[in-house]
């Protein structure tokens, strides 16, 4: 088969280009041949970020301990310094310089920089009350881990961390956790306008082959076996906004009403849903929409697409990331997740920026203790949704 020629106006240039794009191809071999360094071109898909100042430092691992600190700083208080000490939240605080020393016991403390609160004279640091308190594990690696979380759409395995700052896989997942409980919202406002509702269920997957499976118990026990493995998570999303989950073990009808009831306004919102019974009576007490997935996925207004694309994220992290989740912390990474579709729309700097200023509080559970399946819904209480 004869070589396609190129096309030319003039002849003569054709020889020289040839000649010169044989010589490019052979250089090239010969550069992939002695292992010389070669640069990827790299297109960005979208206007990158602009990333100045102190987030470069960030992302190009050049932050320094103390950089990490007065970054902090300014990111906590960027209006002055207010003490963090209980029952006093005081604005006069200054700057103390305390040297180093060796306790009685033989451990060697360094210099330390705090602050002295003008109104209960009282020390603090930059991480009292945060969930970098009592950390051993550097600033700068706590920021930066948090740089990680905000900017990777399906999250960062605690493994990958531990390997990337020398961490022990124990503080590496405890490390990740504080920065979880930090992204959980804690003072939740409620949805309203179009609201999706729906449910998904992870995990549950059966140990031995299906088919010895199906040779040993019938199809009612196989079934079973498969809900009870499986957790139940059940979210909401604003039509175009903010998407609120959580993860509800033995999920009912009347734990989805419950959780319905405390996070969507009534008055305001047009419910969609599919057509799982859970939401059977929910009609009664506000405007309810159902879309029948057996037959169609979207109608017009009515859909759950929104949940549907969260849940798919969700799922990729879950399995693709993370690969095996306790069931126990399961509400926790799902609130990573919504955290960052919640924050989708700006950028991975803001997002951090927003991450930094939630710091405040402490996680009230620690390794060794097995987490709450946390917000137990409670049934108990008579509600009403009118
Ligand atoms: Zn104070």
């Known amino acids: 088969m004869q070589a396609i020629a190129p096309v030319s106006v003039n002849q ?3 020889a020289q280009e040839e000649q010169s794009r044989g010589f490019v191809i052979l250089r090239s071999q010969v550069r992939v041949l ?4 070669f640069q990827l071109e790299y297109t960005p898909m979208h206007d990158e970020p602009q990333r100045k100042g102190d987030l470069q430092s960030l992302t190009d691992g050049t932050l320094t301990e103390s950089d990490a600190r007065t970054l902090l700083e300014r990111m906590r208080w960027p209006d002055g310094l207010i003490c963090p000490l209980a029952d006093c939240g005081g ?3 200054y ?4 040297a180093g020393k060796t ?3 033989g451990r060697v403390v360094g210099p330390r920089q705090l602050f002295k609160c003008k109104a209960c004279k009282r020390q603090f640091s930059v991480t009292k009350g945060t969930i970098f308190e009592d950390s051993k594990i550097p600033l700068r690696a706590w920021l930066t881990v948090m740089y990680r979380m905000c900017s990777s759409k399906k999250g960062v395995s605690a493994r990958q961390i531990g390997r990337e700052f020398g961490l022990t896989p124990e503080s590496a997942w405890f490390m990740c956790h504080r920065v979880r409980y930090a992204m959980t919202d804690k003072n939740p406002t409620r949805l309203k306008g179009i609201v999706e509702a729906d449910e998904t269920y992870v995990g549950g997957k059966l140990r031995g082959h299906p088919k010895h499976r199906a040779a040993k118990f019938d199809m009612a026990e196989r079934i079973r076996q498969a809900r ?10 604003e039509r175009g906004g903010r998407v609120r989950a959580q993860a509800i073990p033995e999920i009912s009808q009347r734990k989805v009403e419950k959780v319905l009831h405390d996070n969507i306004d009534p008055a305001e919102t ?3 849903t599919d057509e799982h019974a859970f939401y059977y009576w929910i009609k009664n007490r506000v405007p309810h929409e159902v879309i029948r997935h057996v037959s169609e996925y979207v109608r017009g207004e009515v859909h759950t697409q929104g949940m549907e694309s969260f849940w798919a994220v969700l799922k990729r992290g879950l399995i693709g990331t993370y690969h095996h989740v306790d069931a126990g912390y399961l509400n926790q990474y799902v609130q990573e997740f919504a ?20 710091v405040g509080g402490r996680v009230d559970w620690y390794l060794g203790k097995k987490a709450q399946v946390s917000q137990p819904v409670e049934t108990d209480e008579p509600y009403d949704l009118a």
């Open 270 to 272: 047009r419910l969609m």
């Open 103 to 105: 306790l009685k016991s």
């Open 34 to 37: 002695l292992g010389a360094p």
């Open 95 to 98: 700057r103390i310089q305390v």
């Open 228 to 237: 009870a493995n499986k957790i139940a998570v059940f979210g909401i999303k």
């Open 91 to 93: 604005s006069g605080a």
């Open 12 to 14: 003569a240039p054709i």
């Open 339 to 358: 955290f960052r579709a919640n924050t989708r729309r700006i950028s991975d700097n803001e997002r951090f920026t927003s991450l930094v200023a939630n």
